[in-house]
């Protein structure tokens, strides 16, 4: 089946550093999706994307759909100490049922002050 | 505008006993979704609805767990007999557009 394979596993950063992590899939992907999950908390979707080469920011957090359809980007710029959690990409590939997401392991994210 | 809420939040289960979690979604969003997710994974789509039909089981261990949502809104996970490795949180989430889905904070299941 399809896999998402995410890395960095783990950062530990310092707090105003830039954070970048990446996703890169199997196969083609229509849909990229990035989600941040807190310690006993449900993910919370941060960016959605839909189209190739699209670059979206949502405050200091930018994402960008690759060229190839096969992987994405997330940048986390000046991060802060709320910044603390685990970062999920989510993609859909061509053939999925609508909202059939495949999730990748995950990236935790420790900022210290 | 209230958010995903589901319940219990944590339940202890010994193995081959029976659990069931609650998930009422976000009001207004047809689309309920519920996942696995095992410790230090993503989550996995077990069971997608569409209003109150199924659009995608496949992933769904057929043999001992089963969904319903019954009037299109509310909607149960039932687990019958537990397994040791069924030990996860269960998300439920729901979506208005395709995708960008909704999670709930999750039950977390323990299996002794």
């Known amino acids: 089946g399809q896999q998402l394979n995410q890395s960095p596993q783990s950062m530990f950063i310092q707090e105003g550093e830039d954070v970048s992590m990446n996703c890169t899939s199997s196969s083609i992907f229509n849909t990229w999706l990035w989600y941040k999950q807190e310690p006993g908390e449900g993910p919370v979707l941060l960016i959605a994307?839909?189209?190739?080469?699209e670059l979206t920011s949502n405050g200091r957090l930018t994402a960008q759909f690759g060229i190839t359809r096969k992987d994405s980007f997330l940048n986390i710029s000046a991060s802060i100490p709320s910044d603390v959690g685990i970062y999920f990409c989510a993609g859909r590939g061509y053939g999925g049922s609508q909202g059939n997401l495949i999730f990748g392991k995950g990236t935790k994210l420790s900022v210290k002050p | 505008e209230a958010g995903v809420a589901q319940s219990p939040r944590y339940k202890i289960i010994e193995k081959r006993q029976s659990v069931a979690f609650w998930c009422n979604p976000i009001?207004?969003?047809?689309?309920l979704y519920w996942y696995q997710q095992i410790l230090g994974q993503g989550p996995k789509l077990l069971i997608q609805f569409q209003n109150n039909g199924v659009v995608d089981d496949s992933q769904l261990p057929k043999d001992r767990f089963s969904a319903e949502r019954l009037k299109g809104v509310d909607s149960t996970l039932k687990i019958q007999p537990a397994k040791l490795e069924d030990s996860a949180v269960y998300l439920c989430?729901?979506?208005?557009?395709?995708?960008?889905?909704?999670f709930g904070p999750g039950t977390r299941l323990t299996v002794l």
């Open positions: 009001s207004g969003h047809a689309t």
């Open positions: 994307l839909y189209k190739a080469g």
């Open positions: 989430a729901s979506s208005l557009v395709w995708d960008e889905q909704f």
